[in-house]
Every structure is written in C-alpha cells, then in structure tokens.
T-cell receptor, first 116, second 112 residues
C-alpha cells in the first residue's frame, strides 16, 4: 500500500528563520495536499499540487511537487510564532492497480515550534 | 471555519459502550470521509461516502459502522468500545474526488 514519509518529525526554529519540510511517497504522486493542524484541532487546508514541477505559494509558505522523485517540499520563509503547529502531507490513495481510490492517505506529520 | 460541523466535541464513555458521532458536511459537498487520529497511528482513513452510498473503506473495524443520510449528514457508530478506541475522530467533506478535503474540528473520544 502507498505510504507517505515526512521529515523531519519535529523542528524547532528561531523566529525569522527559514525552514523546509519534506514529504516522500512510496508511489507516484498524482495529487499532493498540505495541511496544518494545531494541537487537538482540525486540519486546515493549505495547498494542493497536481503537476510535476508545480509550485504554489500562500503568504510566506511555498510548496513544490517533484513528481519524478515522488516528493514534495514545504518551505516557510521568515518563520513566525503563528506558523507553529503540525504540518501534514496527504496524497491521493492509490489502489492496487494504481488508480485513485478517491480518498487521501497522510504522513505522520512534522511538528513545528517557533521560538520568539 | 471549514464549514464542516462535528458533534459532540468531546465524549467520555466506558468500555463496552456504544457511541454515535455526527457530521454535517460543507454546503454543496457530496463526499464525506471519516478519519481516526491517534498518537501512534497518525491519521487513518476509515470510510468514505458519496451522495449516500459507501464509496471506499479503509482501516475500519467491524465494530464500527457509518452511514450518510439523504440530507448528506453522516454518522459514525462505534460499538463494544475498547480502551484503544480512544482517539480524535475527524469528518471531512469534499466537492468531488481529487479535490481538497475540508476537515471538521473533530470529536475527542475517551474510553475509560
């Protein structure tokens, strides 16, 4: 079955520093989604990437999809305390024959702490 | 606010009991998904409904069942509860397949 591995598992950065979170899939990525979760709360949708080489930005967060490497990265520029939380990548769940099952599987998340 | 409403927010019950979790999807969304989140397993897909019909099943135990009603709200029923069922249960909805899922704030279930 398809698996998503996120690295690092946790990250502590000083406010103002840049950081990158990676998400690697065991199978080809057809759709990759980034979410943010505050502890004990729901997941907030950040961005969706669908094409190899695609890059999207929202405020100070940029996500890229490297389809050949079956990998996506999330980059935060000039981090702020408001960026703290758990970042999860999700991907279209592929069945045995490679077709989309219509739901998402998720990585285990990267916990980000930003020190003021 | 994602537009997905889950009730109750918290639920504390004893082993062996049965509970029902409720979800109202975003207006216009036909697909509803249920996920379980625990510290060791992460976010696990349980089951998906589309316009009242079961579309896909994930790691859902036989003690668990769900349904989606004609008004598109969904309920997740958990029975013969065990300590290990303690987790956050999320409902999500989407407009169609391959579009982003929008999550509710979850129901925190504690089984004592």
């Amino acid at each position: 079955s398809q698996e998503l591995e996120q690295s690092p598992q946790s990250l502590i950065v000083q406010e103002g520093k840049n950081l990158t979170i990676n998400c690697t899939s065991s199978k080809t990525l057809y759709g990759l989604y980034w979410y943010k979760q505050k502890y004990g709360e729901g997941l907030i949708f950040l961005m969706m990437l669908q094409k190899g080489g695609e890059e999207k930005s929202h405020e100070k967060i940029t996500a890229k999809l490297d389809e050949k490497k079956q990998q996506s990265s999330l980059h935060i520029t000039a981090s702020q305390p408001s960026h703290a939380g758990i970042y999860l990548c999700g991907a279209d769940n592929l069945g045995v024959y490679g077709g989309s099952q219509g739901n998402l599987i998720f990585g285990k998340g990267t916990k980000l702490s930003v020190k003021p | 606010d994602s537009g997905v409403t889950q009730t109750p927010k918290h639920l504390i019950t004893a082993t062996g009991q049965r509970v029902t979790l409720r979800c109202s999807p975003r207006s216009g969304d036909l697909s509803v998904y249920w996920y379980q989140q625990s510290l060791d397993q992460g976010l696990q897909f349980l089951i998906q409904y589309y316009n009242g019909e079961e579309r896909a099943k994930g790691n859902i135990l036989e003690r668990f069942s769900a349904q989606q009603f004609p008004d598109l709200h969904s309920e997740l029923n958990l029975s013969s509860l065990e300590l290990g069922d303690s987790a956050l249960y999320f409902c999500a909805s989407s407009l169609r397949t391959n579009s982003p899922l929008h999550f509710g704030n979850g129901t925190r279930l504690t089984v004592t």
